[in-house]
């Protein structure tokens, strides 16, 4: 599984809604996540990636969407 | 007041219900008003205190702010009188200084007061903030002598990075950034506990009652989560009062500790994070 399909499974399954979001699609604007999800899917970010997201990395920004995410993960391995 | 329905604000923070201040009730009212409860049930006069804290972000102005006028109206004359302007980690800020100052400066009274109101609802309104908070005051004791709890240790801690994702300019609005706050308040909250737990050589399950900022309760819940416990272990009356910043866990610990009268040799945990950011947590034990 590529890794931005990683990232779409795990937004479904914290999301608990069968949808795959486009790449750059928002996933705030679209109502697939709300600020208390996001804390879940950093954590199973973490754990899938092996990765330690910082204090000072958690921007939400940097998370809005499959594309942001795959970047800032790519930044952090 | 917005056009937010009454269902979507307890979705979203647990919120069914606020309490306003009377419109000419003042910061020092209020902080009076909790003094004098505190005072009363704790057997202690207001003559025997060695130092005075207020904590509120919302004094009616920039200085003095009302530490000094609530130290008069409860007739200490000399009696050093803090201001902790930091919303809503205040309380517990108070509290873990003077469990530090107490030895020195006898009996310490910190006390919370906000008027939130006169924030929110002066315009322009922030419709995702006007509806978060309401007016409140509450206080606590603290003493080198015995009590209901003996605190066991502090941790305190600020991040200013965040400075700009929660804050109240002059004559402005209050201006929050919702997830970034949920997010940080997430993970550092739990991190502060069990660094605070782990320190004292105990976990999150030792712990008898949590008593936290009233901040939202979903985050409440989320919190209750990451530590490994029942959400049923932390005190909740948001529902009646909404966010009442730095008074919200002093108005909850209060709350609680009338309805179960701290149980002897329970652990408690104090727990907080608000506008700095600033966020902590107190252990103390039931005594």
């Known amino acids: 599984m590529n890794r931005q399909a990683q990232i779409a499974e795990i937004i479904r399954t914290i999301s608990k809604k069968n949808t795959t979001p486009d790449p750059d699609e928002s996933l705030f604007d679209s109502g697939l996540l709300d600020s208390f999800a996001l804390p879940d899917v950093l954590s199973a970010l973490e754990l899938a990636f092996s990765i330690k997201i910082p204090d000072s990395d958690l921007n939400p920004r940097k998370f809005d969407s499959i594309s942001r995410i795959e970047s800032y993960i790519e930044s952090r391995l | 007041?917005?056009?937010?329905?009454?269902?979507?604000?307890?979705?979203?923070?647990g919120i069914d219900e606020r309490r306003f201040a009377a419109e000419d009730e003042t910061i020092s009212d209020m902080a009076v008003s909790a003094a004098q409860d505190c005072l009363s049930a704790s057997g202690v006069l207001a003559s025997e205190l060695g130092m005075l804290m207020v904590a509120s972000g919302s004094s009616e102005r920039r200085f003095p702010g009302p530490a000094a006028s609530v130290a008069?109206?409860?007739?200490?004359?000399?009696?050093?009188?803090?201001?902790?302007?930091?919303?809503?980690?205040?309380?517990?800020?108070?509290?873990?200084?003077?469990?530090?100052?107490?030895?020195?400066?006898?009996n310490i009274l910190v006390v919370a007061a906000e008027k939130m109101s006169s924030v929110i609802l002066r315009q322009p309104m922030n419709p995702s903030t006007c509806v978060l908070f309401g007016d409140g005051a509450?206080?606590?004791?603290?003493?080198?002598?015995?009590?209901?709890?003996?605190?066991?240790?502090?941790?305190?801690?600020?991040?200013?990075?965040?400075?700009?994702?929660?804050?109240?300019?002059?004559?402005?609005?209050?201006?929050?950034?919702?997830?970034?706050?949920?997010?940080?308040?997430?993970?550092?909250?739990p991190r502060a506990v069990v660094e605070l737990l782990e320190r004292n050589g105990r976990a999150a399950a030792d712990v008898g009652y949590f008593l936290m900022h009233q901040a939202n309760q979903n985050l409440i819940v989320r919190i209750a989560a990451a530590l490994g416990v029942g959400a049923e272990k932390f005190y909740s009356n948001i529902r009646r009062y909404g966010n009442t910043s730095s008074a919200s866990m002093l108005?909850?610990?209060?709350?609680?500790?009338?309805?179960?009268?701290?149980?002897?040799?329970v652990p408690i945990v104090f727990a907080t994070f608000g506008a700095g950011f600033h966020w902590g947590a107190l252990l103390c034990v039931a005594t």
């Open chain 2, 138 to 189: 509450g206080a606590c004791l603290v003493s080198a002598k015995d009590g209901l709890a003996k605190v066991v240790d502090s941790a305190l801690y600020s991040d200013g990075s965040f400075a700009e994702d929660l804050k109240l300019e002059l004559e402005r609005p209050l201006e929050m950034n919702g997830r970034t706050v949920i997010l940080q308040a997430s993970r550092k909250i």
């Open chain 2, 1 to 13: 007041m917005v056009g937010s329905s009454a269902e979507w604000i307890y979705n979203v923070s």
């Open chain 2, 72 to 106: 008069h109206r409860l007739g200490l004359d000399s009696v050093p009188a803090l201001d902790l302007p930091m919303a809503s980690a205040g309380s517990l800020f108070g509290m873990a200084l003077a469990s530090k100052l107490t030895e020195t400066y006898g």
């Open chain 2, 251 to 265: 108005i909850a610990a209060t709350e609680w500790s009338r309805q179960s009268g701290f149980p002897s040799g």
